[in-house]
């Protein structure tokens, strides 16, 4: 039997669906945190059940959210919820569903990985080979017909649009044994090893403003450069953490061997982070649309100047395979 598998551009509190599946990281972030306040006006003392790492916590919405059910999935801490935890959850999730409900047909996940600043697409590689590999090894629901992610931002919903269609173009997952997802992996070259093999590949940490004007230069300009030259595209995103910002920041530099800094609007963070990657040796490939905002502090180093997205990615793009000769 084969599974459908797609993206829905949808606020995943909407999305009609027997199960919702959302990760519990110790804490809340995004989606969980709104799930879970509704719930706690149904169920009381319900932060007292709230799962440790490799716990489970599965409730009725009671009709307030579009899922008939609920599952938290209880992971590490969000620093530590990288890609090979990302592709363990989704497989765990499927497993222990297979044991609680075998009856449910339709599940869904929304992305993890991407608001804290990990490479978009190995998060979303990672979480669909885990659910591939639950589902060529039978440890699924037996009666699953679909399983869908929801995302509630556009342009990204359009992105993994694009990307499960490169993975997996009749939108299927072959439930058979083993090979039928090595076969089927070995036609993408990706799937199988997404998030099992993730850390072994060079990553790029990027600094730039915090801006929303400056998301397709990093989406497009940026991390398609860095995805092509065959590097892992990682920044300190949107999420609002419980501790230091700057501390994230500068243990994902620490882990990078190389820096892009996008010095547009001299952001005074960013020439912090350029600083701290000098101060340990880091290799650092420095951007701006606009030469005359260096500062002098940078202005005798080397810098790309774009005027355009395309045109960034191509300059960068040669910059970084160059480098990595």
């Not at 978009?120 to 017909?145: H, M, N, Q, R």
Request: glycine fraction near 8%; proline fraction near 3%.
């Amino acid at each position: 039997m084969d599974i459908g598998i797609d993206i829905q551009e949808s606020d995943a509190l909407k999305v009609r669906a027997d199960v919702l599946v959302l990760k519990y990281a110790q804490g809340f972030y995004g989606a969980d945190s709104l799930v879970f306040s509704k719930l706690a006006i149904l169920y009381r003392n319900l932060e007292k059940r709230l799962p440790k790492p490799n716990d489970f916590l599965f409730l009725e919405s009671l009709g307030s959210l579009g899922s008939k059910y609920i599952l938290f999935t209880g992971v590490v801490e969000l620093y530590n919820f990288r890609y090979k935890e990302i592709r363990d959850f989704a497989l765990n999730t499927l497993q222990h569903l297979a044991g609680m409900k075998p009856d449910i047909s339709h599940v869904c996940f929304t992305l993890h990985g991407a608001n804290y600043g990990l490479d978009e697409t190995e998060a979303f590689e990672s979480e669909v080979g885990g659910i591939a590999e639950a589902i060529a090894k039978g440890l699924y629901p037996s009666s699953l017909k679909r399983i869908s992610i929801a995302e509630i931002n556009e342009p990204r919903a359009k992105r993994l649009s694009a990307i499960l269609g490169e993975l997996l173009p009749e939108g299927l997952i072959k439930s058979e044994v083993m090979g039928g997802l090595a076969r089927r992996s070995m036609e993408t070259g990706r799937l199988i090893e997404a998030g099992i093999n993730s850390e072994e590949k060079p990553l790029i940490f990027v600094a730039m403003p915090f801006d929303k004007k400056m998301d397709d230069v990093f989406y497009y300009g940026i991390r398609n450069a860095v995805n092509k030259a065959g590097f892992l595209c990682e920044r300190a995103d949107e999420i609002v953490f419980t501790g230091d910002i700057l501390d994230l920041i500068k243990r994902r530099i620490c882990k990078a061997s190389l820096v892009i800094a996008d010095l547009t609007t001299a952001n005074p963070n960013v020439y912090l982070e350029v600083g701290y990657a000098w101060g340990l040796g880091i290799p650092t490939v420095l951007i701006a649309q606009d030469a005359q905002e260096l500062k002098f502090d940078v202005k005798g180093q080397k810098c790309v100047i774009y005027s355009g997205i395309r045109e960034l990615e191509e300059k960068l793009c040669r910059e970084l395979v160059n480098l990595r000769r």
